[in-house]
């Protein structure tokens, strides 16, 4: 049986170029970076190579990079690292942020014992910004404001801009979550109000276990992970050289490819939205979808029904991937934290379902999607 893979906010296939980059780092170029001779420096050269590839692409310098496992160790040496290091006794965030930063704040506030408010959310699911600067201009204490890109569920986007604004006039600390936006579109952190930033390469078909974390220049923090001077004393431990290595490679194909790939894919969200609108009327959109929105997720809902209740299982059993949310909360019978904070007590009426989409998928398997769904239905 073929399978269909709409799951890409999930994770995305390793790209051949970027296996093929990688490749002699899992073989004859096995040194470790931190040894002097050959093969550890060209190991280091690698990583450093990598370094200032990303850092171009980004828009920053080399030394505002550090290479992590992912997007929830970024997020998790944000958090910790504004609060124990730059004295934040006050953190800011919305409902509907991923379990890597909800999970992390609560952890540091209950440890720190320091307050968090949550920002209020306007009816199509963005932050609400006047209530953003309320909170700032409420509390007299240094804030970290952790605040994503694009929500990975609904896919969202915010105006990173407008908030790196607000965080300036207030003193503020801003900690970004791109992991869905990095490697999908241009970004300059320079340009940006933005102290920290995460992301991660399997989100653009890189490897799984690669990841970065921006953090600005003057911000002074102390490393997470302690032990030897790797990463500039930043992050002990031997470097993922191979997962490094095919970080900035999948982030150059990306960025090279960036104008063709989204127009595409855009079109195959469109197409997906008018088809299902033509064949069940009563779908519903989750959040800003065609507006300030990822072009690479769908996410609508069905009426609860005792079909619908059993489409996710039932589509898997036809081959095609799909799913009701994060995949890091896979296993839960719970409503998605982000379905209910956008829609309340209405979210226990809906079966959500999000599609989310790449270079690989086709209009033909929408046209197959779309068939099993009728046949579901």
Known sequence: MTRIYFDNAATTALDT????????????????????????????????????????????????????????????????????????????????????????????AKEYHIPISYVSLLENGQIDLNHLETLLSSHSEKTLVSLMNANNEIGNLSDVAAIGILCEKYDAIFHCDMVQTIGHYPINLSALNVQFASASGHKFHGPKGAGILYVNAAMQIKPMIHGGAQERNMRAGTENIYGIVGFAKALELAADNMVKDSTYILGLKSYLFQKLKDAFPQVQLN?????????????????????????????????????????????????????????GDKANEMIPIRFSFCKHNTQAEIDILIEQLKAMM
Do not use: Q, W
């Open 17 to 108: 170029d970027v296996l093929n980059a990688m490749m002699p780092y899992l073989t004859e170029k096995f040194g470790n970076p931190s040894s002097v001779y050959s093969y550890g420096r060209e190991t280091k050269m690698a990583i450093e190579n990598a370094r200032k590839k990303v850092a171009k692409i980004l828009g920053t310098t080399p030394g505002e990079i550090f290479f992590t496992s992912g997007g929830t160790e970024s997020t998790n040496t944000s958090i910790y690292a504004a609060v124990r290091d730059l004295n934040c006794t006050h953190i800011i965030s919305a409902p509907i942020e991923h379990h890597a930063t909800l999970h992390c704040i609560e952890a540091a």
């Open 287 to 343: 959040g800003d979808s065609f507006d300030k929105s990822l072009y690479t997720i769908l996410n609508v809902s069905f009426p609860k029904t005792t079909k619908s209740e059993l489409l996710l299982f039932n589509l898997d059993m036809a081959g095609i991937c799909i799913s009701a949310g994060s995949a890091c909360s896979s296993g839960t019978t719970s409503i998605s934290h982000v379905i209910e904070a956008l829609h």
